[in-house]
Structures are given as structure tokens and as C-alpha cells.
């Protein structure tokens, strides 16, 4: 077999005008082929080549300045982007918003799994996710924008269901990363926080007739990877590239208890060389999760979104907890202790690591008993929207996913937004300064998660704010508790966009002491 090794310009080079370029990543330099894309913008900026590419991800890239999708940020150099998460990229979300690029989201799941769909040669995805939701095509379609004017999804008919179907179309070169390849191109992820779709991607633009090319920490010799660490035939692969300064993510160089390669009882800062502190879980976030904690059954499987929900983890890994629960996340991760912002989807000594298209199987079978998600804006009729907030691009990554197919959803975020203060006390909160932005609105701007759905599906459906518990039903969003210290009327009604259901006597949330959630 020849060696397939190259550097990264060479790659850069195999990247051709108009292509559909696919790539895989999850934030915070999870599984990100930076040095790939890094010399796809340098070959553009120096030569003005490639042009007008067709990008397809399915979770976010970045690092919210220059790293990831941000690399391919510029107009002329990207025409169309499907992505699934927009939020790493902040470049890309301006493009968009500047109506410079056509805008498409469709949900993480979906996205990873179509790459599977397409490397097999079957006719798209069929699915039922996505109904009622913006990427029905009897809302959006997924279109983000007015330059967004392509069909990717249809209405289709199967025994009397009506489903979606989300249309193949070629991948012309993939741009991946792994740990290690043998000179015959064999990959292995051993090192990596999770595998993602890395294989589906592959599989996708191989099978199109395109290219496949591999970013790694190494390279061994033929044979030198056991078959059972190869997470990527060679068969698949044309080209590898060494980067031997290939970090595990944006945040620390390596640590093996992130990519489940051994446990460690505490994780270290590389560059400090000493442990890492967490964060202190206390304040709303604290109020928030352990009122959501209250949801939580012996031996449910469980996911957790980004931001406020991940309180809950914190929780249930300060209580020692996460043995009663089978915690899981879309990147294909199962238990140990999730970590939390620019390294969400990273989880610290888990215990099993699959392929996300997997666990997307597993969530849209109705696998989950419960998932803790967080919100953008929520209606009177239960309708959420995470993807488009305040004009922006946002995209769900695999909420969508999750959120349909849970048995029982858990909204979790704060009342109000930018500028609210609070002073949590022993036993109660006070509003000090009451926000600028309502999320409790009369219509959202996007639906991300449809209420009419969900009750048709049978969910159970709860969103939890550090001021007021509501709960779906038939007749809309209903009030079951207020925090205690908050004025019913002046600090939740009042600051409403729409009018739930109140009923005679409304109980108080449990409540942690000192506003803390570790009791």
C-alpha cells in the first residue's frame, strides 16, 4: 500500500471550487480538524481558491473567535453552510445575518445520520423528527435567512404516517480528525473526547466519489494500530496529515480520563500542572437544578443539554450520584462526570463512547426517559425556540433530536434575560433588577420545539425558572409552584408574555438551603 501521508497545504490543495466540504467537531476543539481548516484559509486568502463551497456540520465548531468554522468565514469563500450549531462560530453567524451565505439548519442527529444514509446510497433520511418544528417544510425548511432558497426536506407518506425526508445530495471531501493513522491510512480515535459522526462523514464522501483526509497526532507503521482501536479503515481514507502538536481541546493538551483511556480521580490543568477547580453551583442555577433534580427516577436514562441544565449534572456529581443514572450526551458519551461550558460534551472517565449517529438512534427510538434542556423563548402553547434569538443564527445542534423523542422534558433556564440580578438566600429569592429581554413571550420567533407535538406524543413536558414551575397541558402552560420570595404577580405574571393557567393555591418549590445545590 502506498503512504498516504501529506501536509496540510497539500490537503487544502484537494479541496476543489464549488464543493461540499463536510466536517465534524463539537465545540471547545472536541474532535476539531483545525490545522485542516487553518490551511483551507490560508491557501483562500493567498490564492482566492477555494471558492464557493457548500459546508455541511452537524454540531458547533469553534472557539468563538478565529479556531473551527470561524476559519471558513468568508464571503467567496463559503456559498452555503448546513449546520446544526452556529454559536462557536460567531463569523459565520455575521455571514448569514448579512444575508452573504446561504443559512440552512438541520438538526445534529439528523445531519450525522443523513451522512450514514448517504455513504449506504439509500434515498435521505427518512424520520419523524423535525415535525412541527422550523425544519418542516410547512414552516422554514431549515432556511435561516432570505438568500436560503433550497428544498432540503420534504413531506413524505409511509403506511398513512407522514414523515420527513431529508434529501442525499454528494459530499465531495471530508476534512477529519483522529488520534493516530498507520501509513495505510487505518485511524484509530483512542485519544479523542468522543468519535461523533467521523466514520459516517467518511463513509459519505468516499461512497460520493470524493476525498477523505485525516488530521492526527501521529503515525505508526503499517499493522501498528490493533484492528480493534481502528475507528476508520484505510480503505476509506486518501490522505492523513501529522500534527504533532494536535491538542484534545481549546482548553488543556491531553488528559486520558476525557478520552475514557484510563480513570483519574481528579483531571489537571496542562498547562498549571495541578488540578482544575469546578465551579461553584449556587445562585438561580443552583435553584434551577435542584428543583429539576426532583424529576429524577433510579436507573432513568438521562441527557443534558448546554448551559443551565448542566447544572443538574453538576448536582447529581456533587451528591456522588451518578451511578443511580445513566447520564448520556448526543456526542455519544455515556456516565461519568460531564464537564460543562467551552467543554460541553466532554465527560471525564465515562463509560462507554459510541457514534453519535448511534446515540441519535437511540434518542429517536424514545430511548430517554428525560432530558434537561435549556430555552431560548417559550409560548403559551408550549412552543420553544432555541435556534434563532434575537435575529441570529443559533441552531440546536441535537436538541431537536432529544427533545422530540424524551419521555419527559425539563426545561431549564433563567425567567428573564440580560441584566436581571438576583440575591438568593437561605430560603428564598428577590429580585433585585429585572431583566431586559422576556422569555416567557406570547409567540416565539422560531419553533424549535412544538407544544402541540409534544402533547400529541403524550410527553411530559415541565419548564423550571428560578421564580415559577409550569407544566403543559391540553389548555396551554400551566403555573404549579413559586419560588419562595417571589411575588406572584409583579415578579412572574407581570413579566409575561402570555397568560398560563393559574390555579387556586400554588405551591412553593423545593427549595435548596442557602441557595446552594449540594443539599
Not at 237 to 258: L, R
Not at 383 to 406: C, E, H, M, Y
Request: with cysteine; hydrophobic share 40%; aromatic share 8%.
Amino acid at each position: 500500500m502506498r503512504n498516504k501521508v501529506i501536509d496540510a497545504q497539500e490537503a487544502a490543495a484537494l479541496v476543489p471550487d464549488g464543493a461540499t466540504l463536510g466536517t465534524v467537531g463539537g465545540g471547545g476543539g472536541l474532535v476539531e480538524a483545525d490545522t485542516l481548516l487553518a490551511a483551507v484559509e490560508e491557501r483562500f486568502l493567498s490564492t482566492g481558491a477555494p471558492r464557493g463551497l457548500r459546508v455541511i456540520h452537524s454540531l458547533g465548531i469553534g472557539d468563538r473567535d478565529r479556531r473551527g468554522l470561524n476559519r471558513l468565514a468568508y464571503e467567496g469563500l463559503v456559498r452555503k453552510v448546513i449546520g446544526g450549531h452556529w454559536i462557536w462560530s460567531p463569523r459565520m453567524q455575521a455571514l448569514a445575518r448579512e444575508e452573504k451565505i446561504e443559512a440552512y439548519i438541520l438538526p445534529a442527529g439528523v445531519t450525522a445520520q443523513l451522512m450514514r444514509e448517504i455513504g449506504a446510497g439509500r434515498p435521505g433520511l427518512i424520520t419523524h423528527v423535525g415535525l412541527g418544528t422550523f425544519v418542516d417544510p410547512r414552516q422554514d425548511g431549515g432556511r435561516m435567512n432570505r438568500s436560503a432558497q433550497d428544498e432540503l426536506v420534504e413531506l413524505i407518506e409511509i403506511d398513512g404516517r407522514t414523515l420527513l425526508r431529508y434529501k442525499p445530495f454528494p459530499v465531495d471531501i471530508a476534512l477529519l480528525r483522529g488520534s493516530y493513522a498507520d501509513v495505510d491510512g487505518n485511524i484509530s480515535m483512542e485519544e479523542e473526547p468522543a468519535n461523533l459522526e467521523a466514520f459516517a462523514m467518511a463513509l459519505a464522501a468516499h461512497n460520493s466519489g470524493g476525498a477523505v483526509v485525516f488530521q492526527v497526532r501521529g503515525l505508526v507503521e503499517a499493522g501498528g494500530i490493533p484492528a480493534r482501536q481502528v475507528r476508520i479503515p484505510g480503505a476509506l481514507v486518501d490522505a492523513v496529515v501529522v500534527e504533532p502538536e494536535q491538542p484534545q481541546c481549546h482548553a488543556f493538551f491531553y488528559d486520558p480520563s476525557i478520552s475514557g483511556q484510563q480513570k483519574e480521580r481528579e483531571y489537571f490543568d496542562a498547562g498549571q500542572g495541578k488540578p482544575m477547580e469546578r465551579d461553584e453551583l449556587s445562585g438561580p442555577r443552583a435553584v434551577i437544578a435542584h428543583r429539576a433534580a426532583q424529576e429524577l427516577f433510579e436507573n432513568a436514562v438521562i441527557n443534558f443539554g448546554f448551559g443551565i441544565p448542566d447544572g443538574v449534572a453538576k448536582l447529581v456529581a456533587a451528591r456522588g450520584e451518578t451511578e443511580r443514572y445513566y447520564q448520556t450526551i448526543e456526542h455519544g458519551t455515556y456516565g461519568g462526570e460531564l464537564l460543562d461550558g467551552v467543554l460541553f460534551g466532554f465527560a471525564r472517565n465515562a463509560s462507554c463512547m459510541i457514534d453519535s449517529p448511534s446515540q441519535f438512534d437511540l434518542y429517536g427510538g424514545g430511548g430517554l426517559d428525560i432530558a434537561f434542556l435549556g430555552f431560548g423563548e417559550m409560548d403559551g402553547r408550549g412552543n420553544v425556540n432555541v435556534s434563532r434569538l434575537g435575529g441570529t443564527t443559533v441552531g440546536p445542534g441535537g436538541f431537536i433530536d432529544i427533545a422530540q423523542n424524551a419521555r419527559t422534558v425539563v426545561f431549564c433556564g433563567t425567567f428573564e434575560a440580560k441584566g436581571v440580578d438576583y440575591e438568593v438566600g437561605e430560603r428564598s429569592v428577590t429580585i433585585k433588577r429585572y431583566g431586559q429581554i422576556r422569555k416567557l413571550v406570547d409567540e416565539v420567533d422560531q419553533i424549535t420545539f412544538s407544544g402541540r407535538h409534544a402533547l400529541a406524543g403524550g410527553q411530559k413536558v415541565l419548564c423550571i425558572t428560578e421564580r415559577a414551575v409550569f407544566a403543559l397541558t391540553p389548555e396551554g402552560m400551566c403555573l404549579r409552584e413559586v419560588a419562595p420570595g417571589i411575588d406572584l404577580g409583579a415578579d412572574v405574571l407581570a413579566r409575561m408574555g402570555f397568560a398560563p393557567n393559574v390555579p387556586d393555591e400554588v405551591p412553593l418549590m423545593p427549595f435548596p438551603a442557602g441557595g446552594r445545590g449540594s443539599v
